[in-house]
């Protein structure tokens, strides 16, 4: 089971979960021993346990007694994932992702070229000296942290692009439900809109959201032939061929 973003976020608010959390990816812990690092009852480490298990960030094995008695139930964590949430004005982005599976040489397709040297030193060894892997830690942060700074710029300059065509479509559009869709489509430029989906949260019928797409291509094909210098020979309002927006 893969946690959604709003499981996730939902799971992930209470702080003794994050903290149990933290001692799980370091090593399988048993509730007792939890119990006294997150210094909790039992009883509440096994109900933020029940959560995690329900929401799918934890396992759990039954492991026998090495002193004779019950056997005791082992949690660990195995689920790998990311969540990102950017907001400011202009600006709204929430995404779970899946971190991908696989060792280093798997890996190596999607690494940038800085990362392959690591690839490298690593090979197939199933184990790394801790002065070894301090070292390709240190290494593999400062990439990170480089990444994260280019990131930060990257959904900057989205923000900024975000808030000017925003006076744009405000300026342009006067009905709500057209700005709306306007916004989602901007949103998601490279996703398919679903228009049911879309008229459902807005509570208007499918074909009138069809209309508005259709209005809005049209506006968009205009704006890029005007763009282009091309000459458009049409009243206001009459639809455009595909072809117009053609060099």
Same mark, same amino acid.
């Given at each position: 089971?893969?946690?959604?973003? $709003?499981?996730?976020?939902?799971v992930?608010? $209470?702080?003794?979960r ?16 939890l ?27 039954t ?31 929430c ?13 190596s ?19 790394l ?6 070292g390709?830690?240190e290494?593999?942060?400062? #990439?990170?942290?480089?990444?994260d ?17 925003s ?9 709500? $439900? ?26 208007? #019928? ?10 809005l ?15 458009i020979?049409?009243r206001?309002?009459v ?9």
């Amino acid at each position: 089971m893969v946690a959604d973003f $709003n499981t996730a976020l939902s799971v992930l608010e $209470n702080a003794t979960r994050r903290t149990i959390l933290e001692h799980l990816v370091r090593e399988p812990h048993y509730p007792l021993q939890l119990s006294e690092l997150v210094v909790v009852t039992q009883q509440a480490v096994m109900k933020h346990l029940k959560v995690l298990l329900a929401a799918g960030f934890v396992t759990c094995e039954t492991v026998p007694s090495e002193k004779g008695g019950p056997p005791k139930k082992l949690y660990s964590v195995q689920q790998s994932f990311s969540l990102r949430l950017d907001l400011g004005p202009d600006l709204f982005r929430c995404e779970h992702r899946l971190l991908p599976m696989g060792g280093p040489v798997r890996l190596s397709s999607r690494l940038p070229k800085e990362a392959l040297s690591i690839v490298e030193t690593m090979g197939t060894r199933r184990r790394l000296p801790m002065a070894e892997a301090m070292g390709l830690l240190e290494d593999l942060t400062a #990439q990170l942290e480089s990444l994260d700074s280019q990131r930060d710029a990257l959904i900057a300059l989205h923000q900024q692009v975000m808030s000017k065509v925003s006076k744009t479509v405000d300026d342009d559009i006067v009905e709500y $439900n057209e700005r709306q869709l306007a916004f989602a489509l901007l949103e998601a430029p490279t996703r398919p809109l679903d228009l049911d989906q879309f008229s459902r949260d807005m509570r208007i #019928q499918t074909t009138d959201a069809e209309e508005m797409m259709d209005t809005l291509r049209t506006m968009m094909m205009r704006e890029v032939g005007v763009r282009r210098g091309h000459v458009i020979a049409a009243r206001e309002g009459v639809p455009l061929p595909w072809w117009v927006i053609l060099d």
